[in-house]
């Protein structure tokens, strides 16, 4: 699958998926992934800091408000143009462009940070994204990123329920399956059923890579791992949110930070 196919599919996403986060539907970014990828940032005050997939940019307002000096890109025009009124009604100092992950818009050498919230896993060439983060990258700097967590959320993947509905295991199945731009059709889980008729389900390009092979394309693109972190939902998250209960299972993202060598 070739990346204008991609930004095709973003592209028609983008304005549902836009409306369903904004309201509330993305429970596992608002209530676990995104908290999370927080936690494990470093201190990003007064840093210029590049967000690489950016979708509607609630993620990349989040790293501003901690103080950083944000730029940030997506594939899909509509998400950008969400994401730049955002910035008219709350103006954080980001600036949005369109662009791709592989071909970033900037001179070398230019971020003292780069994030990548649940976006690298959706670029066709993971190797070249990673490369061109490095590049973007003074050096001594940090690219965090977040991916659907390579061995828990393989190509095939089912949640396994007990006879009261209590989410008890997950299937996985097709690990080494490189899979290349297999579209999954999915929603929200918990969106109603008007707006599923409404809007029907986003169309996901998938491009599956293996623990190994991402460890691989990030010392070939000249990074190294500094962190790998596993979101788990608490015992106490889990009875309020029960959509991420299954993390307590096993990991549904995996965020790894890595570093530019001096
Ligand atoms: C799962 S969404 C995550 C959006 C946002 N980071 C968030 O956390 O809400 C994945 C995003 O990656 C973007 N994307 C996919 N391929 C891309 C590419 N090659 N370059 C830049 N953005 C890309 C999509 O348009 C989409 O906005």
Same mark, same amino acid.
Not at 151 to 162: A, E, N
């Given at each position: ?56 940019? @609630?993620?990349?307002?989040? %790293?501003? +408000?901690? *103080? &950083? ?7 899909? $025009?509509? =998400? ?50 990673? @490369?061109?983060?490095?590049? %973007?990258? +003074?050096? *001594? &700097? ?7 967590? $390579?061995? =828990? ?110």
């Amino acid at each position: 699958m070739e990346a204008d196919d991609v930004r095709r599919a973003w592209e028609a996403n983008a304005d549902a998926w836009t409306r369903h986060s904004r309201a509330g539907y993305d429970i596992y970014r608002d209530a676990l992934n995104t908290p999370a990828f927080l936690a494990a940032l470093p201190t990003v005050k007064d840093l210029k800091g590049l967000d690489i997939g950016c979708g509607e940019g @609630s993620n990349t307002r989040q %790293v501003a +408000r901690l *103080g &950083a000096n944000m730029h940030a890109i997506d594939i899909a $025009p509509t =998400f950008i143009r969400h994401a730049e009124e955002a910035e008219q009604t709350e103006p954080l100092g980001i600036t949005y462009r369109t662009g791709d992950a592989v071909s970033l818009p900037f001179e070398d050498d230019t971020f003292d940070f780069a994030t990548a919230f649940m976006s690298l896993m959706d670029v066709p060439n993971q190797r070249a994204a990673l @490369s061109e983060a490095c590049r %973007v990258l +003074r050096p *001594g &700097a940090f690219l965090q990123f977040s991916i659907l967590h $390579p061995c =828990f959320v393989s190509p095939y993947r089912k949640t396994l329920k007990d006879e009261h509905g209590r989410r008890v295991a997950i299937q996985n199945a097709g690990y080494f399956d490189n899979i290349d731009g297999r579209i999954d059709a999915f929603w929200f889980e918990t969106l109603p059923d008007e707006l599923r008729q409404q809007d029907g389900p986003f169309r996901v390009p998938r491009f599956h890579r293996t623990l190994s092979q991402w460890v691989e394309m990030i010392t070939m693109a000249g990074l190294t791992i500094e962190q790998f972190v596993e979101p788990c939902a608490s015992l106490e998250l889990a009875s309020k949110e029960p959509v991420v209960a299954d993390t307590r299972i096993a990991p549904m993202s995996l965020i790894v930070r890595v570093k530019k060598p001096m």
